[in-house]
């Protein structure tokens, strides 16, 4: 079908976004809405000993000026949510952040008081006359300086700092593979902290009907239902007295599906004042302030037999967790990373160890891939100082230790059941596209030039899934439309063209016909939102069975109006969704029965989580200036295997994406904090490098798909894979090009700094 799955559709909301037509949460404006401003912390750890509000309640348009005290007992803190479970069996500590400082702050940028006023002028100004004095409290910034006895302490609940100790595998196992390899190797893997720097800062708009008793917010959100069910536990109200919605998001990258206390203070305001209150963040806040992601040390070993098959892998990981506990961080680095550990590779055992630390730092929590970069960057290193200690091409290493076609289906030790996949075609797919054979000869020629060139050459994996609840509804209009409602959210993914394209596909409607209902949470009752690269999966599960109820109520009114018995009427999508008398040439449209019935509404719903494991081989190359120290990627190769593609030119515009900000964390992207202060040293994008389209050679993307079992389309979520190849095939490629210059190896992120002075240091 023209433009049904599997075809290269240009993306319905193209025109209006770049036309500027596109509507986010700070276009709207309500009749009366005021705005709000927060005050934050200087410091990143004090006793607040003086806060006087006077001046800034007595300004000009301020309407409200609020401090903890102000909100204590009317929100309830903002707590972890994710189960977690300790090596020990214990729970995690009850560590809550609330919504404005409660007499201690803990990082700098966390909130103290709370302004409205009639301008968003005012609000500001309004806050730059609040006096704010601290008692200075020492400072740890740095998650291993954090865990010593001497480290000083966060809070009392988490003695040492120590949020939780988690652990996954067979340690006896592992020991005794270490104990009979014939050759063992040891290697530590940063993986830095990050700011998140969506497009689109944040934002909340509130209004409080008090005749129904009933919040409306609008907010740029991953989810609806989700923040409304973050914000229903904030304000202690029931979830049927909020209704939140989403218009346009301009990224999310899993930021915006957590908790911040912005939202709930703006809701709480609206109703104290009886008009709307609007907040948007400023970069600088967006710095500060939302929860930052990676920050993952490792200390991580393997063990190989003679041959160099690995026997086994061992890891020790630190996870700085910041100054409190976000909505799920403490997930990103144990239950949705750690069990990654061995990535695609036939392991036969591993434990890994995962501490999560508190520090007086932005809280962190996930970010494009939420762990699974992380843990694919520490599996690759592994296995590319194996290959190097058995001096055979990196390439080759990775062939004969992948899972092989074969052995499918294979049950990894990390409790993963892989039902389709082929490592070996993938990786042989890439090598040939970035003619693997001939980069000695381009290494020559570069030396030539006075230039360094390196490779990396990975295999990664990594888990989809996510919430386990979704719901959609498709609605037949008599006059010719579909209304599609589903609980996912596009933060840019493209979801209005590939959630029409399998509609398409499924009742043969044409696309512009279809309407993409989302954001708003008083459509359907429940919904997961997006995240875990879960919404092709989840959306698609659904609007199939809502697609095959509309097709059976469809039937009954088709059997009317042809005078036929259902049985011996067939549907056919292909020719536009007509019924048909097999065998003849009568027939009726789709929307001939939707106008017999009034309009037919057909509903699906699922409340399981289905994995994928979207998997595939990336190489990169790097060129460095020796001079210089500056790096530049001058080849990217990615053959992915994301079983059926709905639409090729969105998924491929999702692997650029992921690629990208995988090629920023590892070539310059760094959240650095003063050791001794705790103050950001990157707080601005004069101080924060991101990577540009000048930066980014093109990227070559091919598909290697095997169809997932595990669902109706046989697909795999794609939308942070790019991420999850990017981070070590880069990293890889510099440390090849260093190691070749006689460098010692060294920490991401590879600025000209200190790539530069890693080359010095190596000069006789």
């Known amino acids: 079908m023209k433009f049904g799955i599997g075809q290269p559709v240009r993306r319905k909301e193209d025109d ?196 129904a008793e009933r919040w409306e917010v609008w907010a740029a959100t991953q989810g609806v239902h989700a923040l409304r069910a973050k914000l229903s536990a904030q304000l202690m109200v029931p979830p049927e007295k909020i209704r939140v919605r989403t218009p346009d998001v301009g990224g999310g990258f899993g930021m915006k599906l957590q908790a911040h206390p912005e939202d709930a203070l703006v809701a709480l305001a609206a109703r104290e004042l009886g008009r709307p209150v ?26 190989f037999d003679e041959n160099g098959r690995i026997l086994a892998m061992r890891c020790r990981s630190i996870s700085n967790l910041g100054a409190y506990l976000s909505s799920v961080g403490v997930g990103v680095h144990t239950v949705f990373s750690a069990p990654l550990t061995g990535g695609m590779y036939d392991l036969p055992c591993f434990h890994h160890e995962v501490r999560g630390v508190l520090t007086n730092t932005t809280p962190t929590d996930a970010y494009r891939g939420a762990g699974r970069p992380e843990a694919i960057h520490v599996t690759e290193a592994v296995i590319e100082a194996g290959a190097r200690a058995f001096g055979m091409d990196p390439a080759e290493f990775r062939r004969i230790n992948l899972i092989k076609a074969e052995q499918v289906p294979y049950r990894s030790h990390g409790g993963f059941e892989f039902d389709s996949l082929d490592p070996e075609a993938a990786l042989k797919l890439a090598l040939e596209a970035s003619d693997h054979a001939g980069f000695p000869a381009r290494r020559e020629a570069a030396r030539a030039r006075g230039r360094l060139l390196g490779r990396g050459v990975i295999y990664y994996f990594e888990r989809t899934g996510g919430a386990p609840i979704e719901r959609a509804t498709l609605e037949l209009d008599p006059e010719g439309v579909v209304r599609a409602a589903v609980g996912t959210q596009s933060n840019g993914q493209g979801h209005e063209t590939a959630w029409a394209q399998i509609i398409h596909e499924k009742l043969g409607v044409p696309l512009d016909a279809i309407q993409l209902l989302e954001g708003d949470s008083d459509l359907l009752p429940a919904g997961g939102g997006t995240g875990g690269s879960r919404s092709l999966i989840m959306a698609g599960r659904v609007f199939l069975k809502a697609a095959d109820e509309v097709i059976e109520k469809a039937l009954a009114a088709a059997s009317e109006l042809l005078e036929a018995a259902p049985a011996d009427i067939e549907f056919r999508p292909d020719e536009g969704g007509l019924f048909r008398i097999k065998g003849t040439d009568r027939t009726v449209t789709l929307f001939d029965a939707a106008r017999e019935l009034g309009g037919i509404l057909g509903a699906g719903a699922v409340d399981d989580s289905i994995a994928t494991f979207p998997n595939g081989c990336h190489a990169a190359e790097v060129e460095i200036d020796p001079e210089t120290g500056a790096v530049a990627v001058t080849r990217y190769v990615a053959a992915d295997d994301f079983g059926t593609v709905i639409n090729p030119l969105i998924v491929e515009g999702q692997v650029h994406g992921g690629v990208a900000q995988g090629l920023g964390q590892a070539l310059g992207e760094r959240a650095a904090y003063d050791p001794e202060t705790g103050q950001p040293l990157a707080g601005s994008f004069m101080d ?77």
């Not at 540009?692 to 109706?712: G, H, I, K, Q």
């Open 16 to 211: 209006r976004l770049l036309r500027g037509k596109g509507r986010f949460v700070d276009d709207l404006s309500l009749p009366g809405q005021v705005f709000a401003h927060v005050a934050r912390s200087p410091v990143a750890h004090g006793r607040l000993s003086a806060l006087d509000l006077s001046a800034a309640r007595a300004a000009p348009g301020v309407l409200l000026v609020w401090s903890w005290a102000d909100v204590a007992g009317r929100l309830a803190p903002i707590a972890n949510q994710f189960p977690l479970k300790q090596a020990d069996g214990s729970d995690v500590p009850p560590v809550v952040m609330p919504h404005l400082a409660d007499g201690v702050t803990r990082y700098v940028g966390q909130p103290v008081a709370f302004v409205v006023a009639r301008t968003r002028a005012q609000a500001r100004d309004a806050a730059e006359l609040i006096e704010m004095a601290f008692d200075d409290l020492p400072v740890v910034v740095d998650p291993e300086a954090a865990l010593a006895p001497d480290a000083p302490q966060l809070h009392d609940c988490a003695p040492g700092n120590l949020a939780y100790r988690w652990t996954i595998g067979d340690e006896a196992a592992v020991e005794a593979a270490f104990a009979r390899a014939a050759r063992t190797l040891r290697t530590r893997v940063t993986n830095q902290r990050i700011i998140v720097n969506a497009m689109e800062p944040r934002a909340t708009l509130a209004r409080w009907d008090a005749e």
């Open 278 to 303: 609007k907040w948007t963040a400023d970069r600088s806040e967006s710095f500060l302030a939302d929860v930052q992601g990676r920050d993952l040390t490792t200390e991580a070993e393997g063990a």
């Open 688 to 764: 924060y490098w991101m990577p540009r389209a000048a930066d980014l050679p093109p990227f070559e993307v091919l598909m290697s798909p095997t169809m997932a079992r595990t669902n109706p389309l046989g697909a795999k979520g794609c939308g942070e894979a790019g991420s999850v190849g990017a981070v070590p095939a880069a990293a890889l490629a510099v440390q090849d090009a260093l190691r070749a210059a006689g460098a010692e190896p060294i920490e991401p992120p590879y600025t000209p700094c200190r790539v530069w002075e890693a080359l010095q240091a190596a000069r006789p």
